[in-house]
């Protein structure tokens, strides 16, 4: 069965400061990797997924992530953090079963 | 603005009434989900429905019942809660079930915050 690995329950960065947020997934199969955010009060909205083709891919609100097979990750990462990033960050993966499986999510809080 | 409606924004019912939840989307997606979110947790799958049929159930107590009167709609009936149910519950859906092995990412509604007393 799959599952998801998210390093730090609280990641804290500097206003133009880069950010990183680490994703360690398990999996029999390929998986289909998503990067998801969520906002005080709303619901999950996807930054960016990797199904297959370029392990670089590229997302909403200036967002990326790299698909590493061999180290089995799939961190975030922005050049450049803005204070309205500050939110819950949760990496997910899919085995194509119908289930969408979580991490346990990472909060952002940026500093100005 | 989110293109997974879900009413009520905020529900507060005592142990021994009945409610649902309203879930809609216009997409033209053919999955649907129900999830649970407790606070500072992930969100949990409880059902999913494929082209409109019950397709996952993850051991959901009876007390919970979904609902997919068509391809648009998504309920999730309520009756004779416990406090322990109180939680964020979060409607998604997908253009194909994710069984299908194409790349749907799921779209969320912005959520239903339920507290039961």
């Known amino acids: 069965a799959q599952s998801v690995t998210q390093l730090g329950s609280h990641v804290s960065v500097s206003e133009g400061a880069l950010v990183l947020l680490r994703c360690n997934y398990s999996s029999s199969v390929p998986p289909y990797l998503f990067w998801y955010v969520q906002y005080p009060n709303q619901g999950l909205q996807l930054l960016l997924k990797y199904t297959t083709g370029a392990t670089l891919v590229k997302g909403i609100n200036g967002f990326e992530a790299e698909f590493k097979k061999s180290e089995t990750s799939f961190h975030l990462t922005k050049p450049s953090a803005h204070m309205s990033d500050a939110a819950e960050y949760f990496c997910a993966v899919s085995e194509r079963g119908n289930k969408l499986v979580f991490g346990a999510g990472t909060i952002l809080r940026v500093k100005s | 603005d989110t293109e997974v409606t879900q009413t009520p924004k905020h529900l507060v019912m005592g142990m021994t009434n009945k409610k649902s939840l309203k879930c809609e989307q216009h997409?033209?997606?053919?999955?649907m989900y129900w999830y649970k979110q407790k606070a500072k947790k992930p969100p949990e799958l409880m059902f999913v429905y494929s082209y409109e049929k019950l397709s996952i159930n993850e051991s959901v107590p009876s007390r919970f019942s979904p609902e997919c009167p068509n391809s648009s709609l998504l309920n999730l009936h309520l009756h004779a809660l416990q406090p322990e149910d109180s939680a964020l519950y979060l409607c998604a859906s997908s253009q194909n079930p994710l069984a299908t092995g194409y790349n749907s990412p799921l779209h969320f509604g912005n959520g239903t915050r339920l507290t039961v007393t």
């Open positions: 997409m033209g997606h053919r999955a």
